[in-house]
């Protein structure tokens, strides 16, 4: 079984977010966080999707490998939302979470997750797609909900597992946990295709 293959490997997460710590524990792995500091930028001809994997793979681009034993694996993962073709950014503060709800409010948008798995001898970077209906939010629904949850470190302003995915949200069509910050089905599937 997989988990039994994994156990010849040290396994890092680059991310410091809480919620792809807790998926990935939950999917049964041991491993280390190892936080990046990377700019979150990339050239504005990429189509999201591929905005969403760059980033995933920026994660890693300033790892020095030679750092490592060669039975290290990591594993990175980045999430965008999108209204449109528009990427909505994390919000820089309240006033900015404000205009990013009240844009999704009452309309379907994507969330797309890029991941990189990567050894001394593998690398694979894929994306996975789901997508988000709001119902139509209140003024004063979307200032509880930033007032009491602080959403500023989340990409679209809001996290799904949160009270305002318990009253807001119509429909997911695809991954919840995809919408949470980490596609788990697929990781499992890439890990997979480890030697």
């Known amino acids: ?29 041991d491993f280390e966080v190892m936080p990046t500091n990377v700019p979150e930028i990339h050239p504005d001809d990429l189509a999201p999707a591929q905005v969403a994997e760059y980033l995933s793979q920026l994660k890693l681009s300033t790892i020095d490998f030679s750092r490592f034993p060669a039975n290290t ?37 994507t969330v797309i997750s890029g991941l990189t798995v990567m050894t001394a001898t593998h690398k694979e970077t894929r994306h996975q797609e789901t997508k988000v209906k709001f119902r139509s ?9 930033i007032v009491h949850y602080q959403p500023f470190d ?16 119509e429909y997911i069509d695809g991954s919840f ?11 499992w ?6 030697p």
Not at 89 to 102: G, H, S, T, V
């Open 73 to 109: 694996l990591f594993i990175a993962c980045d999430t965008i939302v999108v209204l449109g073709d528009k990427i909505l950014e994390k919000p820089r503060d309240k006033e900015d979470a404000l205009r990013i709800l009240q844009e999704l409010s009452g309309k379907e948008h």
């Open 189 to 194: 599937q890439m890990l997979e295709k480890l």
């Open 137 to 145: 939010l209140t003024d004063e629904e979307i200032e509880y909900y």
């Open 1 to 29: 079984m997989l988990i039994d293959n994994l156990k010849k490997y040290r396994i890092h997460l680059a991310s410091k977010s809480p919620r792809r710590n807790e998926l990935l524990r939950g999917m049964g792995f």
């Open 154 to 169: 989340k990409a679209g302003a809001y996290g799904v597992q949160e009270w305002i995915g318990y009253v807001g949200i």
């Open 177 to 187: 946990y995809n919408v949470m910050g980490l596609p788990t089905q697929m990781l």
